[in-house]
């Protein structure tokens, strides 16, 4: 559930000073004096190129379907020792629509798995290393949900869900020659309905994101969308279906996909999975955005 929560303001930083004008692309003499913006040149110290740049590698300046995927590794962690446990795959749909005041409106629903190492398939069920069972994945996917990106770069849930805490940061653009940084950091926190007396601390997952795309593929004439680079590192509560009860330690993960706008850039084991599982996805995959999508257009929600 604290996963669903976080992937739902999201499936997705703090800086010194120093660091955040190295992200805005700004220098002592570019402070002093501006250089005069060639057409279609972005200034990242304005917020509403900012606001380009970002959604143009997380999403789109048009309404078309936004397809990201990622593969990586999860490993448990336990006071200084790290044991590989399985690998994950995981693809997010969205679509977006501009606000009136400036933001956008995000729709977005992800399908995830994890993979065994050995067999490479998405079997659901895995042997525990710290207990010695075997134990099952109880979901491979999160429903469709809206999300907020405010004209000035903040993010959030359209509706919050009662009970998660969440702390998510959109960080300066890193700008660098041709290349463009940006990443995301995402803190949430739950305590679990029903839970257990003795389980009853929150649940938490951390991910830092960070997407890479060409400044000069960002700044053509035109442009509405780029592909987009990413990497990702998460730090996050045992699973409550590990069965780790009160076991100190913890889980994280890292990994690397690409956002686009075609399901050829998509993972091997993702295809393969979703084949087996839900075939209907690999020939629509707008679907499991359609029903809300088609009713915030309705309702301009």
Avoid at 164 to 171: A, G, Q, S, T, Y
Avoid at 178 to 197: F, K, Y
Avoid at 271 to 296: F, Q, S, V, Y
Wanted: aromatic share 8%; no cysteine.
């Amino acid at each position: 559930m604290i996963e669903m929560g976080r992937r739902r303001a999201i499936g997705m930083i703090s800086g010194t000073i120093g660091a955040g004008l190295a992200g805005l692309g700004l220098t002592e003499t570019s402070l002093a004096s501006p250089a005069p913006r060639r057409g279609g040149a972005l200034d990242f110290a304005r917020s509403e190129d900012r606001l380009k740049a970002y959604m143009l590698m997380r999403g789109a300046l048009d309404e078309r379907l936004v397809i990201g995927g990622i593969s990586g590794s999860y490993f448990g962690v336990v006071d200084d020792r790290i044991t590989p446990l399985w690998d994950v795959t995981a693809v997010t749909f969205a679509r977006y629509r501009r606000r009136a005041d400036g933001g956008y409106d995000g729709y977005t629903a992800e399908v995830a798995y994890f993979i065994d190492p050995q067999t490479r398939r998405a079997t659901g069920q895995f042997r525990n290393p710290y207990t010695d069972e075997i134990v099952i994945e109880p979901q491979q996917g999160y429903p469709p949900a809206h999300v907020v990106i405010g004209a000035d770069l903040s993010f959030g849930l359209a509706v919050p869900i009662p009970g998660l805490v969440l702390d998510h940061r959109i960080k300066q653009p890193d700008v660098r020659g041709d290349d463009v940084w940006i990443s995301e950091i995402s803190q949430s926190a739950m305590t679990l309905p029903g839970a257990a007396a003795n389980v009853r601390k929150p649940v938490r997952y951390s991910e830092n994101i960070i997407m890479h795309a060409r400044r000069s593929e960002l700044e053509t004439p035109g442009v509405r969308r780029v592909r987009t680079d990413v990497s990702f590192t998460n730090i996050v509560s045992w699973r409550p279906w590990m069965n780790m009860g009160d076991r100190p330690g913890h889980l994280t993960a890292i990994g690397a996909g690409s956002v686009s706008d075609t399901m050829d850039l998509l993972p091997a084991d993702w295809i393969a999975a979703t084949r087996e599982k839900r075939p209907a996805l690999l020939d629509n995959p707008g679907m499991l955005l359609d029903a809300i999508w088609n009713t915030a257009g309705k309702t301009g929600a």
